[in-house]
């Protein structure tokens, strides 16, 4: 019997089962325009997969391929280095970039590690949720010696991912009926992030996670992931836990709770998790596309009308999303603050 912390096993009704097939379902779309593919069809392909799924995959888009591999050494020799080399770039409460090796996911802790750099240096959040508090504070990147490239890497890759961020959002709004360029004033000022996940084997993995069940709060997440697997989504249909298959050089994208209110739930922010396992470790790079924290989030009035009437009440993003990662560091002894909150119907 292997002795394991506490703090990361799950309830029993959120362990995974690990036997799970192989299911067919999450769409693989590609980004590339020809004589038989026109953006009509990658719309309607993206807009269905988002009102589907809330998750699919795309092929074709964008990102040099050699950048994948980058990345994936630079992760796996930072990650291999002696932990107090690796503490010495830390977050903390106050700067939340850097390496981090227990982050905590509804109150339990998550089997992985992390490092986080802003794609902005430096990116302005609020400084607390409270919100009479007006006080902002900059988020600045933290870079380790080694590896020496690593921070490069880490750049070229982010720009790159931002890049597609905004050609996804375009392809968004187009399938909504709005103007391509409908979403991109909200970005001016952009807090997004970029995490490097190291997943160790786990002795465990039939009683932990290696992220436990979650939405992501921003617009959306695009996701590099080696060819381990992990990442499960909840199939709306039914709510059973589907793996999002490895596929060579494809990145996956879900839509974020900002969409989700954006749309008016006409597309939906899913839940999805981690699932580890006991023999190989794991590495993924999620590029999470946040607004400006100044940002008034509230369904689109061009969405809204009599028949379809506002689902949400506005919210500030950046209040939002500093109430939203209080619990990242440690137990709360309540649930955080979800998108639910601000429910109107
Ligand atoms: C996340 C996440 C997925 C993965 O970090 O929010 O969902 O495959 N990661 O690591
Ligand atoms: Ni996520």
Redesign the pocket.
């Known amino acids: 019997m292997v002795e394991v912390d506490q703090a990361f096993i799950q309830a029993a009704e959120h362990r995974p089962k690990l036997d799970t097939i192989e299911i067919e379902g999450i769409p693989l779309i590609d980004l590339s325009l020809s004589d038989t593919r026109d953006i009509k069809l990658l719309v309607s392909e993206i807009g269905n997969a988002c009102k589907n799924w809330g998750f699919f995959q795309v092929i074709n888009h964008g990102v040099p391929l050699q950048f994948f591999t980058q990345i994936n050494i630079a992760a796996k020799t930072f990650f291999d280095r002696p932990i107090e080399e690796k503490t010495k770039v830390k977050r903390d409460e106050v700067n939340s970039t850097g390496y981090h090796e227990s982050e905590h996911t509804k109150n339990v802790r998550d089997w992985k590690e992390v490092f986080d750099f802003v794609l902005k240096d430096p990116s302005f959040l609020p400084a607390s949720h409270e919100p009479e508090d007006k006080q902002l504070k900059a988020l600045r990147n933290r870079w380790p010696e080694n590896p020496p490239e690593f921070r490069e890497v880490c750049q070229e890759y982010a720009r790159e991912a931002e890049k597609l961020c905004y050609k996804l959002l375009e392809l968004i709004a187009l399938s909504l009926g709005l103007p391509s360029n409908r979403f991109h004033g909200y970005f001016d000022d952009h807090t997004a992030l970029m ?1 490097l ?1 190291h ?1 160790p084997p786990c002795p465990c993995p039939e009683l932990a996670l ?2 436990g069940r ?1 939405k ?1 709060a921003g617009a959306l ?1 695009i ?1 590099a ?1 080696d060819d381990v697997g ?2 499960q989504v909840k199939r709306k249909s039914d709510g059973v836990w589907v793996p ?1 298959k490895p596929t060579p050089n494809a990145l ?1 994208i ?1 839509v974020g709770d900002t969409i989700q209110v954006w749309s008016n739930e006409a597309y939906e922010s899913v839940e ?3 699932v580890v396992n006991s023999e190989r470790e ?1 590495f ?1 790079f ?1 590029v ?1 596309f946040f607004p400006s924290h100044y940002v008034m989030v509230k369904p689109l009035e061009e969405l809204v009308n009599e028949q379809n009437p506002a689902k949400y009440k506005e919210y500030n993003f950046g209040k939002f999303f500093a109430a939203r990662t209080r619990g990242d560091y440690k137990k709360l002894e309540l649930e955080n603050i979800q998108i639910r909150d601000f429910k109107i119907i």
């Open positions: 995490r996940n997943y290696g992220v979650h992501d997440t996701v992931q992990g990442l999002v996956v879900n999805h998790r981690v794991r993924s999620p999470f």
